[in-house]
């Protein structure tokens, strides 16, 4: 070598290792899951109730990631609906054109009992019009605790609403819990956080 110092970069040594100034270093590696969250749910600011059964939208202090939780109560209103929930027209449409269908959505929630619980959803696509729905039913929520769960893309409702979703242009979000009786109440339902997740883990290579 003529007495110089050899520099090899990673990737040019079939051991990966890096070699600088005659000394080697073992590349840091780490795993990463991409994700892209949708919606705040730290504020009830952009969120508005899906009708008159709905009432109470606020943000609480009570809350798992981020700085509060989104929270409001289900009565008897004179919607006649069975539904309590928000839904969110997004300053900015969420591309999740990159995830496939066996990626999954991640939701967390609080309902303090199931009795007269059908359901807790998801509702994704371009406007009230058009979107895709995700059900976690009642059988597999615990209540009194923070609920969370992995729905997988693929596992949305066979039939959408209008033209469903276009994964890369999401500019709306609802989420709520559907009731089996529109006279049923809950207070204090809860929504803490929903993002989408790849199913597998990416390694990185710094």
Known sequence: MGGGLSV??????????EIVSGAARI?????VQDREVIGDFTTAT???VLGTDTVNLAASVTHVLGTASLEFDKVDGVANTIFAGASNTLTSAV???RFSSHDALEVAFYVSAT????????RLGTDVSNYNEWRIDDASITPATWDVHQLP??????????NGWNPSAVAYCSIGVAFDDEADALADIKFDHLFAGAAYLRVSVH
Request: negative net charge; hydrophobic residues 40%.
């Open 95 to 97: 591309n999740l054109s």
């Open 46 to 48: 952009g969120w508005t």
């Open 27 to 31: 590349p840091h590696v780490s795993l």
């Open 115 to 122: 009795t007269d619980v059908a359901y807790a959803f998801v």
């Open 153 to 162: 893309i693929s596992a949305c409702e066979l039939t959408p609403v209008g």
């Open 8 to 17: 090899m970069r990673a990737g040019s040594s079939p051991s990966g290792i």
